[in-house]
């Protein structure tokens, strides 16, 4: 346990000011016959006449709350480099919680320096803080915690008798301390500034440390120096009246989310800190407050098993912040319309499409590496081989397990899918730059609004085949898109799959500003289907590729196959890839220009590994952390064989004949 220094509070000005008449709620009668009825009579009163109130007998001493001053005096006497540890940081969980420095808020903040300080729960345990908090932490948590479990539930309970809810706890079961949410104890740090006398004509800005506003949340718990400073106004002011800071009191005053969940009846009010008095003007400003404005919702109908909500950012702003470069954009729609030929069978070279690439990517300087490894082959076989660059980012699961660079790009079970989507897209405009187009397989609706302008081509995976929601999805895709045969090996659901992208659908995703709306499509085209083997067996030999063309031509459906020679067809055993590749070539080599691609897993070194314990610093590099991959001289004879065989394949068919029908019937222009 740590010691806090004492600390010496300051003198009460004498200054004759104009005082806000706020009610006092002596919490101490909560417990008493008719005590709540009593106290939530005087609440009802109090918001509805000015939004503020102060609170008495809490249940914490003065010792106790003096400690805390004692603890925001340390935290904000620390070295300016020491607090840059600690600043706000949009990417960690909980939102942006830390130091806001002095000078780094909006002008009118140019005094004022703060530290948001996260709840003590395990979703925070491992977060930085400062150490006069590490070194304190059973006092603060303890204090905090009687905060939440005491006052805030006696407050909640009081709302809910205002509201006249069958049920008191009704509004606290919403507020859950041990969930992911932005609840925070605010340590700030008023400067004394060189105003003039309040009572003196002044511009606004420099007569107002923080402007008029209300606070988020549902109540906010005030701990104040005895230093006037604070103003709050009801809509009968035209100008706002005094708080006193009075010795034993919480200031509290109602915040926007429980205005909101009762629809303004339980209304916040504004209010704005100012310089002080003359008799005060030279006083560093010490105050913390306790701020809940994202809670759990846990009633019975609906969230009540969701931890939290944490906002992302809008795509047209990350693409905003990461465009692609003109190369980018060139490598972009170039692939596109190659791989569209590839598929409609109207590439004039016959090339095989090739998508090749790690199973999934967890670390994008590895995935820049294996790009310039691999757009050297995609040169030296550009007149026989497509290739294309698997990109996968989100890995779906059949149970558990990592999901990918964009939902977990710390690899740790901290979800900052924030930093996730900047890291996915900053790579993918890397790996275009150099060239190489690149697929990716769709998992949802929200995360080819920030990505999808980088593909050339894209997949819908075995488990997701059949789902109509990614169906619709990719009949508005501008690009080609597989779809995998079920995980147990039957075709059918690819089949359909084709069918329905070819129209046009509406569903449920979200603009590139963010906001959700019903979005409607023309139909896709450019699909195809893709063996990938199954639970039932592998389906990459001669007599399972004549099965599919016959399934193909019944449905009225163009006869253009791709193979994965992973996953079902290799017995999940990266060391058969090169053997279901052999006997694709063998197919090629025949004449069959049905195949028309092929699928690889491969990585700069080959295997799998599992995340040792120290995590993400403990990975070998270059090696897959979900399925097993070939590694880079395995990578290289397979391409080698691939386009010797198309070569093989050409000279066998010659040109191709027509360049006016589609893969499925439409003309290409």
């Known amino acids: 346990m740590g010691s806090i220094a004492p600390y010496q509070d300051t003198s009460e000005t004498k200054a004759d000011l104009e005082w806000a008449d706020l009610v006092t709620l002596d919490l101490s009668k909560f417990d008493s016959p008719d005590g709540k009825k009593q106290l939530a009579a005087q609440l009802k009163d109090a918001i509805h006449r000015i939004g503020f109130f102060y609170i008495i007998n809490y249940g914490l001493s003065k010792e106790e709350v003096n400690e805390q001053f004692g603890l925001s005096a340390r935290i904000f006497q620390l070295p300016e480099d020491e607090k840059k540890k600690y600043q706000r940081n949009l990417n960690l969980p909980g ?10 808020g909006p002008g009118q903040r140019e005094n004022v320096e703060l530290y948001d300080d996260p709840k003590w729960n395990h979703f925070f345990e491992d977060r930085p803080r400062p150490p006069p908090c590490d070194e304190n932490k059973e006092q603060t948590e303890r204090f905090c915690r009687h905060l939440h479990h005491h006052v805030l539930y006696r407050l909640l309970v009081l709302a809910a008798i205002i509201l006249e809810l069958d049920d008191e706890e009704t509004l606290w079961r919403m507020h859950d301390y041990e969930a992911m949410s932005n609840c925070h104890v605010r340590y700030m740090l008023q400067h ?17 440390t923080i402007r008029g506003h209300t606070d988020f949340g549902t109540f906010t718990l005030l701990f104040r120096q005895p230093i006037a400073g604070l103003q709050v106004k009801n809509e009968d002011d035209t100008s706002g009246k005094w708080v006193k800071p ?37 006083i560093p400003r010490l105050s913390f407050f306790i701020e809940n404005p994202n809670v759990g919702n846990k009633e019975s109908t609906e969230d009540w098993r969701i931890r939290g909500y944490n906002p992302i950012t809008s795509p047209d702003l990350l693409q905003h912040e990461i465009p692609q470069t003109p190369t980018s954009r060139q490598t972009v729609l170039s692939g596109r319309n190659e791989c569209a030929r590839v598929v409609n069978n109207t590439d004039p070279h016959r090339r095989l499409l090739v998508i090749i690439g790690p199973c999934s990517i967890h670390d994008p300087d590895a995935a820049l590496d294996y790009c310039d490894r691999l757009v050297k082959l995609k040169e030296k076989y550009k007149d026989d081989l497509l290739i294309v660059m698997r990109s996968y980012l989100e890995k779906p699961r059949t149970t558990v397990g990592w999901k990918g660079l964009i939902n977990d790009p710390e690899i740790d079970g901290s979800f900052l899918i924030n930093k996730g989507l900047k890291l996915s897209r900053q790579l993918f405009v890397d790996l275009t730059g150099k060239g190489m187009p690149i697929a990716s397989e769709m998992l949802d609706t929200i995360s080819p609004q920030f990505l999808a302008d980088l593909l050339s081509i894209g997949a ?25 045969n079920g995980t147990d090996g039957t075709l059918g659901v690819a089949i359909d799959a084709i069918g329905a992208v070819k129209h046009p ?10 906001v959700v709306a019903v979005v409607g499509t023309v139909g896709n085209e450019d699909c195809f289907v893709i063996l990938r083997g199954g639970t039932k067996g592998t389906n990459y030999d001669a007599e399972s590729i004549r099965e599919a063309k016959e399934q193909l031509t019944k449905k009225g459906l163009a006869q253009r196959i791709m193979v994965d020679c992973s996953h079902g067809n290799s017995l999940k055993n990266h060391k058969n890839q090169p053997k279901v590749a052999r006997t694709l070539c063998d197919q090629i080599e025949g004449g069959d220009e049905v195949i028309m691609g092929v699928m690889v897993e491969s990585h700069i070194n080959e295997g799998a590994q599992k995340v040792p314990p120290e995590g993400k610093k403990g990975l070998k590099y270059g090696v897959s952390i979900t399925d097993a991959c070939i590694g880079w001289e395995d990578t290289e004879q397979v391409l080698e064989m691939f386009a010797k065989a198309v070569q093989t394949r050409r000279e066998k068919l010659g040109p191709v004949k027509s360049a006016t029908n589609g893969v499925n019937g439409h003309s290409e222009s």
Do not use: C, M, W
Not at 192 to 208: I, L
């Open 192 to 208: 004394p500034s060189s105003s003039k006398p309040v009572d003196a004509p002044q511009p606004k800005a420099q007569t107002e």
């Open 460 to 484: 819908v995976g075995a488990r997701t085949t059949e789902s109509q929601l990614h169906r619709e999805l990719a009949s508005g895709l501008s690009f080609p898109v597989g779809f995998k």
């Open 505 to 514: 659908h509406h569903f449920l995703s979200v603009t590139k500003p963010g």
């Open 246 to 282: 009075y010795p034993d009191s919480v200031t509290v005053n109602i915040a926007d989310t429980l205005s909101a969940l009762t629809g303004g009846y339980l209304k916040s009010s504004i209010h704005r800190v100012i310089p002080p008095p003359d008799d005060q003007k030279g």
């Open 95 to 104: 939102g942006p919680l830390g130091f806001q420095v002095r000078g780094s």
